[in-house]
C-alpha cells in the first residue's frame, strides 16, 4: 500500500507498508479457526469481505472452491489482489461490503476479518444482513474482530477514542454478546465462538504469524522509519494498557432458514 504520511496513515496499511501480512486481531490461529470451521470445498462459492492484502484469500483459494469473490472498497486493494491471484473462478469487486450486487442466496459460505469492528453501527448491520442476503440456506458467515471484555461504558468510549486516536481509524469493538446480538438479528443461529489475546504486536505473536525472517525483516523496516516507529510504539502501548479489555473474536454463525 502506497503511504503519504507516516502519522496519519491507517494502522494497518502502516504495519502492511513494514511488512506485516497479518492484520487482523487474532492472528493466524484465530484464522485457521474460521477456515477449519469454514470447511471449503472444491463444491462451494465463497465470498471474502475486506480480502486486504488477501492472507485468507490465498489460505481459502487453496481449498480449491468452486468460486471465490472478494469484496473491498479500496481500489488500489482490489487491482493489487488481480494481479496477485487469478483464475477463472476468482473474482475481485471493489465495492462496500454493505452493498455488494452479489445475487440473493447465491454463496455457500461468506467470510470477514478486522473489517466490521472498523464501521459504525448502521454499517456493521448493512454488511451483516448483506452476508445473510447473499447466503443460500444452510450457509455459514465467519467473522473475526476485535471485542471488549469486563469494561463499563466510561472505560469503552476511552478505549474506542484512544484506539481511533492510535490507529487513525475509528475502531468500535463490540463486547461477545452485542457481537452475536448483531447477527442474530440479521437472522443468523451462532454456531461457534472463539477468542483470543490481541497480541498484534507482541514478539511471540509477531514470529508465530510472520515467520522469524518476515519478523526480521519487519522490526528493521520499523526502525528506519523513526515516523513509522513512533506509531507501532503508541499503538503496542495502547493495546497493553487495555490488554485485560480488549481481545479477539471469531464467531461462526448459519443462515438456517
Ligand atoms: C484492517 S484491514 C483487514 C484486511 C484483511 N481482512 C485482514 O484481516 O488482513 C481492513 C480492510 O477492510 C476494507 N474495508 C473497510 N470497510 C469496508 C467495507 N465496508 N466493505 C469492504 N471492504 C471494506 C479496507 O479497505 C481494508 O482492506
Redesign the pocket.
Known amino acids: 500500500m502506497k503511504i503519504k504520511d507516516y502519522t496519519t496513515a491507517p494502522g ?1 496499511w502502516l504495519l502492511a507498508r513494514m511488512g506485516k501480512r ?3 486481531p487474532g492472528g493466524r490461529s484465530l484464522t485457521q479457526f474460521l477456515l477449519s470451521e469454514l470447511a471449503i470445498s472444491p463444491a462451494t462459492d465463497i465470498v471474502e ?5 488477501g ?2 484469500a490465498s489460505l481459502a483459494l487453496k481449498q480449491q472452491p468452486q468460486s471465490y469473490v472478494g ?4 481500489k488500489e ?1 482490489i487491482n493489487m489482489l488481480k494481479q496477485k491471484l487469478h483464475g477463472t473462478h476468482i473474482r475481485f469487486l471493489t ?4 452493498a455488494t450486487v452479489l445475487e440473493a442466496e447465491s454463496k455457500d459460505k461468506v467470510f ?4 466490521l469492528t ?2 459504525n453501527d448502521s ?1 456493521k448491520k448493512e ?1 451483516v444482513q448483506e452476508a445473510y442476503r447473499i447466503l443460500k440456506k444452510g450457509g455459514l458467515y465467519a467473522i ?1 474482530e476485535l471485542a471488549l471484555r469486563d469494561t463499563d461504558e466510561k472505560l469503552e468510549k476511552e478505549i474506542r477514542k484512544q484506539l481511533a486516536t492510535v490507529i487513525q481509524v475509528n475502531a468500535r469493538p463490540l463486547r461477545q454478546e452485542e457481537w452475536e446480538t448483531l447477527l442474530k438479528d440479521a437472522g443468523f443461529m451462532i454456531r461457534k465462538v472463539t477468542t483470543n489475546e490481541m497480541y498484534l504486536l507482541e514478539k511471540k505473536r509477531i514470529v508465530e504469524d510472520e515467520g522469524w525472517l518476515r519478523s526480521i525483516r519487519i522490526v528493521f523496516n520499523i526502525m528506519i522509519h523513526p515516523n513509522a516507529r513512533k506509531r507501532v510504539s503508541a499503538m503496542r502501548k495502547t493495546f497493553r494498557t487495555y490488554q485485560k479489555n480488549i481481545h479477539a473474536i471469531a464467531i461462526i454463525a448459519e443462515k438456517t432458514e
Open positions: 494497518h497479518v492484520l487482523r469481505f475486506a480480502p486486504g492484502l492472507f485468507t469484496i473491498d472498497t479500496d486493494v465495492a462496500n461490503a454493505g470477514g476479518e478486522a473489517m472498523m464501521q454499517r454488511i473475526h
